[in-house]
């Protein structure tokens, strides 16, 4: 019934829409002088717009920002993206001053001639040789990054399992002898809901955690798997993401550069928290606190959004204290 | 044909029409009705977004069972953000965009009768209607409406255990789809045909217009691309309803292991993209087009750089076809893979630019008459570069990671095919609403249309590249449950105010179409004063478009001002006025352009 209600409200706007417009003068609708005159005052206005909400978001979104790369890999990304964004920002703010400001220029008039101006070989080959140019330079560093960040090769890398299911995420760390024993669906059952396979010698001493500590300086070596649908682990801190694929192994490598206490020591950090705080304490929660996170990124089912696991990186020492207290699976599992 | 047509009733001439611009018109008022629909649905999840918590009785009044207390639940949102994609994209901007300006154009711009296949052409609108039927139709089912993203990657689109809307609701998505692409197959075939072999005398394929090269090569990406989504949601139907595992593999789910083995997701995502990103490209070509015409037409001056154009269009055409591996960066494929595509796809922003910068000098030194419809073309070369230009950083793979499904990509692309393309097709309505309904639509609701649209356009997507930046996921039902996300609730504010005020400034133009066609002012025959065929036919329609003889061709489309003495700009027009028409022969002396 309400949704007749606002079907009902809408026909309404729209009779009395109908009725308004009847007034309207439906004779000359070809743009005149007069038009071009107030129209490309429009367009020098829509500029002044644009730019002022084009700066002011650069400005005040500034603090909302993710912090600078937690991984060490991740510095590269933040270089080369803040490269792309300057020379996108610089041709943003002139290509749109040319367009509107031209509209606003050129609007026509009667008394003007418009110039027959139909090629400059001269000017295109500028234009198509100048972005190739520019985007060689993106593509070889962007290229060059790529592969430092796919390089896993890396043995003395800890080896983790990122194991995800609608809609939590467990881990698993390889244990002593850093190999993860094989798993598949076939082996869950009861606690054992990763599923391990136990008869593999390598899944002895794995040990499976709900929390990830990772330690500062020493490269990890993820491997995703899922157990259902497809998810992505999404570890914005670190410049890191990549998708559980049911059926297969996926990987991805970083190496922490700040532990979980350093980040919050982070200007840009304590900042962006001390807004956050403003805003819970006017709601009347709990204050936050930093800490880096795993999320979901690929649409997984109704609870998506709430599937996360914290991310704690800490001093090697600390981490060789917290992993020896870790259970192993051979243990837990009988 | 004109000569010994038969008498026409009510039936064959508005409901089972062979004429193309009959068909072109109920192509456009389909679309917009799904436009509506579309439009109406992100209204409603932006309210979600922006106040989580909150009831709205308008929530309460369309969800039904999919809501509590006026709060929508987690997979109506899910659903909604589904259908709102499938409904644009396909809907809207595919068959809404080509279907209505491909079928009046290439007969009118080529000098042609009719299509080739008139009965080919009603049965391609008839299968669009019958899959928008069936797309609406899905929105009733008992456990919801397709919900797992218009990517519909499985296992989640696969498996009613994982999200109720993969059930009956994905059944018919998938039904809907494949009449969808043999319509839009059978549409793109016809356009290919006629353009090839049904140009008048005189009309060289380098003296098309831009338009008809945008919807030609828009026709061939098509005819590429879609049957490869067609196989894709054939062997998607085969996995969900015959127990094959193209897709699917070692699955537990609701406490049991399936019987799947051995197939891949990433299989499917190669094969959806394979035509999801061509078809990026098939929504925004023709919008291009229509925006080279509009703008040359309403400059007064030659499209600059008219090979050129057609070259960045062919380029764009063939490197669309190698670059859909961007949207994988991450999916778990070969990282050398990943390399490739980041190559091909940066490539694009070659062609992409020169287009950009031609516009831009066909502005230059104009005569500038702007009318609604050129200001939308103005729009949509502003919008079309601020898309483009975040596609440098998605496009390459090293920083694709951290934005890749963020809110980022969906400002990005929002603005270079959402707002561009509809840009685009507005542009289209305002420019060509003469030659369909044989009047003019009013400039001064255009205008404010155009405005509020622009303004809110950019309202919406540009604060949303910040909140993509600050790492929020899209597809997310509320961030509540994130603490870091908290300082983002106001920007959401802001982007749902500005989206609903664009969404009800719509308005404004669909009261202007409507009342235009009743009320408007009569249309003389070349309003625009353009060069173009379709301005040499009758103002009212007639069946075979020409009255006698279709005319002949001398010339290219866009002898805008063309002086007597070339060097000189204030000299006087060579033909008396600033247009020439295609059909007016050369002078004595006169050089081609």
Redesign the interface.
């Known amino acids: 019934m309400?949704?007749l209600?606002?079907i009902f409200i809408g026909v309404a706007?729209?009779v009395s829409?109908?009725q308004v417009?009847?007034i309207?003068?439906?004779?000359?609708?070809?743009?005149t002088d007069k038009?071009?005159k107030k129209?490309?005052k429009?367009?020098l206005l829509?500029l002044v717009?644009?730019y002022i909400?084009?700066v002011y978001?650069l400005i005040a979104?500034n603090?909302?920002?993710?912090p600078e790369s937690a991984s060490i890999e991740?510095e590269?990304?933040d270089n080369?993206?803040n490269i792309?964004?300057w020379?996108?920002g610089v041709?943003?703010f002139i290509?749109?001053f040319?367009?509107?400001y031209?509209?606003f220029k050129?609007?026509?008039?009667k008394e003007?001639?418009?110039?027959?101006?139909?090629?400059?070989h001269k000017?295109?080959f500028i234009?198509?040789v100048t972005?190739?140019i520019v985007?060689v330079l993106?593509?070889g560093y962007?290229?060059w990054?790529?592969?430092?960040?796919?390089d896993l090769s890396d043995d003395d890398a800890i080896v983790i399992e990122v194991y995800s299911?609608?809609f939590r995420w467990d881990a698993r760390y390889a244990g002593e002898d850093n190999t993860l024993g094989l798993g598949?669906?076939?082996y869950?059952k009861g606690i054992n809901t990763m599923?391990v396979d136990m008869t593999d010698r390598n899944s002895q001493d794995d040990k499976q955690v709900t929390e990830l500590y990772l330690p500062k300086g020493r490269k990890i070596h993820f491997k995703?798997r899922s157990?259902?649908?497809?998810h992505?682990a999404?570890m914005?801190?670190f410049?890191?993401?990549?998708?559980c694929?049911?059926?297969?192994v996926?990987e991805?490598g970083f190496t922490p550069k700040y532990t979980t206490e350093e980040m919050r020591q982070q200007p840009e950090v304590i900042e962006?928290t001390i807004?956050?705080n403003k805003?819970?304490k006017a709601k009347g929660?709990d204050p936050?606190v930093?800490d880096y996170?795993l999320?979901?990124?690929?649409?997984?089912?109704?609870?998506?959004?709430?599937m996360?696991m914290k991310i704690t990186v800490v001093e090697p020492d600390e981490y060789e204290k917290w992993i020896a207290e870790q259970p192993t699976l051979a243990s837990v599992i009988k | 044909m004109s000569e010994h047509h038969h008498k026409e009733t009510f039936v064959t001439k508005y409901i089972f029409s062979q004429d193309h611009k009959m068909i072109s018109k109920q192509f456009l008022i389909t679309g917009m009705i799904m436009g509506i629909i579309g439009v109406f649905m992100s209204m409603l999840f932006r309210l979600q977004l922006a106040w989580p918590e909150k009831s709205f009785s308008i929530i309460e009044a369309f969800l039904g069972p999919h809501q509590t207390d006026g709060v929508m639940n987690p997979d109506m949102y899910l659903a909604l953000v589904t259908i709102h994609g499938t409904i644009m994209v396909f809907f809207v901007l595919t068959a809404g965009l080509s279907g209505t300006f491909s079928n009046l154009l290439i007969p009118l711009q080529i000098g042609a009768r009719d299509m080739a296949s008139g009965f080919l052409n009603m049965v391609s609108y008839w299968l669009f209607f019958l899959s928008s039927i069936i797309m609406v139709i899905s929105l009733f089912v008992e456990a919801g409406p397709a919900s797992a993203g218009w990517t519909i990657y499985p296992p989640l689109s696969a498996l009613p255990q994982a999200i109720p809307g993969s059930g009956a609701g994905m059944t018919l998505w998938l039904v809907s789809m494949a009449i969808f692409i043999a319509s839009s197959l059978i549409g793109s075939l016809n356009y290919i045909v006629t353009i090839f072999n049904l140009r008048t005398k005189g009309m060289k394929m380098t003296r098309l217009p831009l338009t008809m090269w945008a919807f030609f090569i828009t026709a061939i990406i098509g005819v590429i691309s879609f049957p490869v989504l067609l196989s894709a949601a054939l062997l998607l139907i085969f996995d969900r309803s015959f127990g094959t595992s193209f897709y699917l593999s070692d699955i537990f789910i609701s406490g049991e292991v399936l019987h799947y083995q051995g197939g891949s997701p990433v299989l499917f995502e190669h094969l959806f993209w394979f035509l999801g990103h061509p078809e990026v490209y098939i929504i925004l070509l023709p919008a291009l087009g229509i925006t080279s015409e509009v703008i040359s037409t309403n400059s007064r001056k030659p499209i600059f750089g008219y090979r050129a154009m057609i070259g960045s269009i062919m380029a764009i055409a063939f490197l669309s076809t190698i670059v859909w591996g961007h949207h994988m960066f991450i999916s778990g494929m070969n990282p050398f893979l990943g390399s490739v595509f980041t190559f091909t796809t940066l490539l694009i922003a070659i062609p992409s630019a020169v287009k950009a910068f031609n516009y831009v000098t066909t502005l230059w030194k104009g005569n500038l008459q702007l009318n609604p419809a050129m200001l939308f073309s103005i729009g949509l070369v502003s919008t079309f570069v601020t898309g483009g230009l975040t596609g440098l950083v998605l496009g390459d793979s090293a920083l694709d990671i951290n934005v890749h499904d963020t809110y980022f990509v969906v400002a990005h692309f929002h603005l270079v095919m959402g707002v561009s393309a509809l840009f685009g097709m507005f542009a289209g309505i305002y420019h060509w609403f003469p030659k369909m309904y044989g009047k003019l639509m009013n400039k001064t609701l255009g205008y404010w249309h155009f405005w509020i649209t622009i303004i809110c356009a950019y309202g919406v997507f540009w604060p949303m590249h910040f909140i993509g930046l600050a790492g929020l996921p899209r597809r997310y039902y509320t961030n509540t449950n994130f603490p870091m996300f908290d300082d983002l609730a106001d920007i959401n504010v802001v982007i749902t105010l500005f989206a609903i005020a664009g969404g009800l400034a719509q308005i404004i133009f669909i009261a202007n179409f409507f009342i235009s066609i009743y009320r408007g002012e009569k249309s003389s025959q070349n309003p625009w004063k353009s060069n173009t065929l379709e301005w040499t036919t009758p103002v009212e329609h007639i069946h075979g478009n020409w009255p006698g003889k279709i005319p002949e061709v001398h010339r290219w489309a866009y002898d805008y001002s063309k002086k007597v003495d070339s060097n000189d700009d204030e000299s006087d027009y060579l033909h008396g006025d600033d247009f020439v028409l295609q059909t007016t022969p050369l002078l004595d002396g006169e050089e081609p352009s």
């Open positions: 309400l949704a209600f606002y706007i729209g829409f109908w417009t009847r309207l003068n439906f004779r000359g609708s070809i743009a038009d071009n129209q490309g429009n367009a829509f717009f644009l909400m084009m978001c979104m603090v909302i920002m993710l991740g590269h990304d080369l993206f792309t964004f020379l996108i041709v943003q290509m749109q040319l367009i509107f031209f509209t050129y609007r026509g008039n003007n001639k418009a110039k027959f101006y139909a090629d400059s000017l295109e234009w198509t972005p190739a985007l993106l593509i962007g290229l990054q790529w592969n430092n960040i796919m299911q609608q598949n669906v076939n869950i599923g995703f157990q259902d649908v497809l992505s999404y914005p801190h410049r890191a993401q990549m998708n694929v049911p059926g297969m996926t991805f962006k807004g956050i805003i819970r929660e936050y930093f996170l999320l979901c990124n690929k649409i997984c089912g109704a609870s998506h959004y709430n996360q």
